[in-house]
């Protein structure tokens, strides 16, 4: 199954579930059969699930979960800011 993930305000991105079972080593996903996690899909995508929540159908949804989704949308909670160090203090 091709999953579109949709990290809002930055790039859309179209994953193969069968490739990212393929690439998960360490876990049993490959080994039983078993669907990625939302957890293997961000890291797909360099994101921490500690930076992000992953969302379907506008609901959210817990990270360990298998995908069951087409399409999943990421919101990022962390995104750089401006850097203003110093002018607090002139």
Same mark, same amino acid.
């Given at each position: 199954m091709r999953v579109t993930v949709?990290?809002? $305000?930055e790039e859309t991105h179209e994953i193969d579930l069968?490739?990212?079972a393929s690439e998960c080593?360490?876990?049993d996903t490959e080994a039983d $059969?078993?669907?990625p996690t939302y957890q293997e899909?961000?890291?797909? %995508?360099?994101?921490s699930p500690h930076e992000v929540s992953v969302l379907v159908? $506008?609901?959210?949804?817990?990270?360990d979960q298998p995908v069951e989704?087409?399409?999943?949308?990421?919101?990022?909670? %962390?995104k750089g800011g401006s850097d203003k160090t110093?002018?607090?203090?002139?």
């Open positions: 949709d990290v809002k $305000g069968e490739a990212v080593p360490n876990d $059969g078993a669907t899909l961000l890291r797909e %995508i360099d994101l159908d $506008g609901r959210p949804v817990p990270e989704s087409d399409h999943v949308t990421v919101l990022r909670l %962390i110093g002018d607090r203090n002139r």
